[in-house]
């Protein structure tokens, strides 16, 4: 059984940075692409960053495009979320999934997903 768990997040202020984690067991992960997903109250899931199986492709949301730095360590099962600069309005529940090999923009394509680790911006 696959499982994804996420950690990292916490309260910071804005301009600050976090580092994000997850964690993959019960399958292969170097045969899965990863993204990272948020999600706030009354709103759907959004897309935040996403990396193919081998990292060789990543892709990022335009709201976070020179902030965050999505990677994988292939070795330790872990994909990372690196976010700097953060802003009030990046504060949500952060949520990695799991898809084979290519990565995607859309949340429906991704099979498997974590439990989430929550993010507060402010001062």
């Known amino acids: 059984q696959v499982q994804l768990v996420e950690s990292g997040g916490g309260l910071v202020q804005p301009g600050g940075s976090l580092r994000l984690s997850c964690v993959a067991s019960g399958r292969t992960f170097s045969n899965y692409a990863m993204g990272w997903f948020r999600q706030t109250p009354g709103k759907e899931r959004e897309f935040v960053a996403a990396i193919n199986w081998i990292g060789s492709i990543t892709y990022y949301a335009d709201s976070v495009k020179g902030r965050f730095t999505i990677s994988r360590n292939n070795a330790k099962d872990t994909v990372y979320l690196q976010m700097n600069s953060l802003k009030p309005e990046d504060a949500a529940i952060y949520y990695c999934?799991?898809?084979?090999?290519?990565?995607?923009?859309?949340?429906?394509?991704?099979?498997?997903w974590g439990q989430g680790t929550q993010v507060t911006v402010s001062s």
């Open positions: 999934a799991s898809r084979y090999r290519s990565a995607s923009y859309d949340p429906a394509e991704y099979n498997d």
